[in-house]
């Protein structure tokens, strides 16, 4: 019989390649080897092709996959579980039909939450995602008037979870065309859905920024929707290390990742921003029950966000043309790695 292969996608200058490899082979006493089945594209994805990002690598982490085998009791087979990559193990990517994971016994059961029984895998596919909204939404006291800036995943995902908090959401994006695409979904059922250019002069006791980059004119849009006085703005998104307020030297990035606190002052306003990054085992517990429940204000639920479904092959194709042009696929998309 021969040697199981395995295809996968691997980095490489300029892009991505598809290969076909000998499945991995665990060099450590403690290790975990999965069978990614659902796996979802993220921004932070794209940046690793472009070579654009500048903490930790990421490469296909939101995923939902089976266990195979394992060197613990711990991860028997056929566990369905998730990744929270916060937690530092070595592994490969889940964007290929077997991903290996290495580390301490500790970090391991860490790394890989399991799925609550009967969540879609679907639905299970956001669990990273979410949690990641659930602990930035720890920065947002309930019953809030929120701002959120940005409809991408992320600030969809915030705008679900911040409603159940009991918060008057108001989603805001600066393309117009994405809150029509957003429209038709029961997920944001009276959301109101703003183009940046036409919100006016209303204000908002919390802005959380939610971009996948902080550009200037982001900042001031955002910082402009505060209230002379009290407001909390809320760093969530990407910011590049090098990024200054406009019109000073305070570079936010390190606010947002060390999730810092302070106190600006500027254009007549003076709030509280607050920094909020990644996610933590309590998160995940929590996001796996979000998904696990029903919404109150409709039947569907966050899978009604993936508007496009791929397979590997299909992946490589659509990062090599983003790398290309430097556009981002519209929307959600998910790998159906089986396929």
């Given amino acids: 019989m021969g040697e199981r292969l395995s295809r996968s996608l691997e980095l490489v200058p ?5 290969t076909t490899r000998p499945w991995p082979r665990p ?21 690793e ?92 006291l309930p019953g809030s008037d929120v701002a959120i800036i940005g409809a991408g995943t992320a600030g969809v995902l915030l705008a679900v979870l911040l409603r159940l908090n009991g918060c008057r959401v108001t989603l805001i994006n600066r393309s117009p065309e994405r809150l029509a695409a957003l429209s038709p979904t029961a997920l944001l059922r009276d959301v109101p859905k703003i183009p940046g250019r036409e919100v006016g002069t209303r204000t908002f006791g919390t802005v959380v920024v939610t971009t996948a980059s902080l550009d200037g004119s982001t900042f001031d849009s955002a910082w402009n929707l505060l209230p002379p006085h009290g407001g909390r703005l809320v760093l969530f998104g990407g910011i590049r290390p ?56 409709t039947t569907s639920h966050v899978e009604e966000l993936i508007v496009g479904r791929v397979t590997l092959p299909v992946l490589a194709e659509m990062l090599n043309d983003a790398a290309r042009t430097g556009v981002d696929p519209a929307g959600k998309h998910v790998v159906d790695i089986r396929r």
């Avoid at 060099?27 to 940046?47: F, N, Q």
């Fill in 49 to 140: 092709v472009r070579r654009s990002r500048d903490v930790r690598a990421d490469f296909g982490h939101e995923m939902v996959a089976l266990v195979h085998s394992s060197s613990s009791d711990d991860f028997p087979p056929g566990l369905r579980v998730c990744l929270d990559p916060h937690v530092p193990v070595t592994r490969t990517t889940a964007f290929g039909e077997t991903a290996l994971l290495t580390g301490p016994p500790e970090q391991l059961r860490a790394a890989l939450p399991a799925v609550p029984d009967g969540t879609p895998d679907d639905r299970a596919v956001f669990t990273e995602p979410l949690a990641c909204t659930v602990h930035c939404a720890a920065n947002v």
């Fill in 242 to 297: 090098d990024w200054q307020v406009p019109g000073t030297r305070l570079l936010l990035d390190g606010i947002r990742r060390g999730e810092q606190t302070l106190e600006l002052e500027r254009g007549g306003r003076r709030a509280l921003v607050v920094g909020t990054h990644g996610a933590i085992g309590a998160d995940f517990t929590t996001a796996g029950a979000v998904l696990a429940a029903p919404l109150p204000w």
């Fill in 14 to 18: 300029g892009g991505v390649r598809l």
């Fill in 27 to 47: 060099a450590s006493p403690s290790w975990v080897l999965v069978r990614p089945h659902t796996v979802g594209l993220c921004s932070s994805d794209l940046k």
